[in-house]
């Protein structure tokens, strides 16, 4: 039974990569997808939302534009990681034929959770403002997990002890982390597993679809950006690994430990500490991931890819 999923992302060219992935593999039914600002501006990351869909002839999942700035923090996007679309690489001029929802990110993410007749997981690979909306408003009914690409149980990647995800908005974090939902966050710790060198670059090549050149044009421009700015001799496909985890558990091992959100620290707000040692006592409160099935992982996406055509 395919496991029914929200992606709450912020695309963003790995988001891109794990729309594609929820869209596609069997073993999960992406039902709604909902933007939050992020990597880009909302407006750029809900029209990438859509574009991603187009480009996947997935017309039947709804797109819904979520929050625009952090619950309390300014607003600081990746556009030097993802370009000043949120996804550069092949240059799009039509509009995408997959509109924008009527509603609302909150709206739809309530409207789901409300109706689907099983329980539904939300997979959040942006920030997690929308989330934390969400648990504030009222009981949320029929809510499996939360499953988040964010944080990392080492050194950070927009600061030195923060990950984007968690540094845009740590007050959301905090609040997602200490609602009691299940909570498993993928970090960088195990998305760093997830490199896309030139022999994945090139299983994507031979599937030979336009698809497949698009995902090549936004890899591409991905590993050049991290080339410049990080280092990194291929880049970490991070967001696909919280689909991933979705999918196979057994792609993504997890630990259970205690996770807490640094809100007050001067320099190191949006630090997600994880005790993994047992340290401090606390109570385990979430599900860590620490290590990745790299074979699993690149052929459901190589896979994913070549089932859309
Ligand atoms: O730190 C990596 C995360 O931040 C990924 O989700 C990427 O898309 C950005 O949102
Ligand atoms: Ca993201």
């Known amino acids: 039974m395919a496991v029914p999923l929200i992606l709450d992302c912020d695309p963003?060219?790995?988001?891109a990569m794990a729309l594609l992935l929820a869209i596609a593999d069997p073993a999960v039914d992406l039902l709604a997808v909902t933007t939050v600002a992020g990597n880009q501006t909302v407006d750029k990351c809900t029209l990438n939302a859509r574009r991603v869909l187009s480009l996947a002839g997935a017309s039947h999942i709804p797109v819904a534009r979520g929050a625009a700035q952090p619950l309390v923090r300014r607003l600081r996007i990746a556009d030097d990681v993802h370009g000043q679309t949120g996804l550069d690489g092949p240059l799009f001029t039509d509009e995408p034929s997959v509109p924008e929802s009527p509603y609302s990110a909150h709206e739809l993410l309530t409207d789901v959770l409300r109706t689907h007749p099983t329980p539904v997981t939300v997979v959040a690979t942006g920030a997690l403002t929308n989330v934390a909306a969400l648990l504030a408003s009222e009981p949320v009914p029929n809510l499996a997990?939360?499953?988040?690409?964010?944080?990392?149980?080492?050194?950070?990647?927009?600061?030195?002890?923060?990950?984007a995800n968690a540094a845009v908005d740590p007050e959301a974090?905090?609040?997602?982390?200490?609602?009691?939902?299940?909570?498993?966050?993928?970090?960088?710790?195990?998305?760093?597993?997830?490199?896309?060198?030139?022999?994945?670059?090139?299983?994507?090549?031979?599937?030979?679809?336009?698809?497949?050149?698009?995902?090549?044009e936004w890899m591409t421009f991905f590993?050049?950006?991290?080339?410049?700015?990080?280092?990194?001799?291929?880049?970490?496909?991070?967001?696909?690994?919280?689909?991933?985890?979705?999918?196979?558990?057994?792609?993504?091992?997890?630990?259970?430990?205690?996770?807490?959100?640094?809100?007050?620290?001067?320099?190191?707000?949006?630090?997600?500490?994880?005790?993994?040692?047992?340290?401090?006592?606390?109570?385990?409160?979430?599900?860590?991931?620490?290590?990745?099935?790299?074979?699993?992982?690149?052929?459901?996406?190589?896979?994913?890819?070549?089932?859309?055509?």
């Open 173 to 216: 974090a905090d609040q997602v982390v200490r609602s009691g939902v299940p909570f498993t966050m993928c970090g960088l710790n195990v998305t760093h597993q997830a490199l896309v060198t030139d022999e994945i670059v090139a299983q994507f090549e031979r599937i030979g679809t336009p698809l497949a050149r698009v995902c090549v």
């Open 145 to 163: 997990e939360i499953v988040w690409m964010g944080g990392s149980t080492d050194r950070g990647n927009i600061q030195p002890l923060a990950e």
């Open 12 to 15: 963003g060219h790995d988001d």
């Open 223 to 309: 590993a050049s950006t991290y080339r410049d700015l990080f280092g990194f001799a291929a880049p970490p496909l991070h967001d696909p690994v919280a689909v991933a985890r979705v999918i196979d558990p057994a792609i993504v091992r997890c630990v259970e430990a205690n996770l807490v959100i640094e809100t007050q620290g001067e320099w190191t707000a949006g630090a997600t500490v994880v005790d993994l040692d047992g340290y401090t006592g606390r109570p385990a409160n979430a599900r860590i991931a620490v290590e990745l099935d790299r074979g699993a992982f690149w052929s459901r996406i190589v896979a994913a890819v070549a089932a859309l055509g």
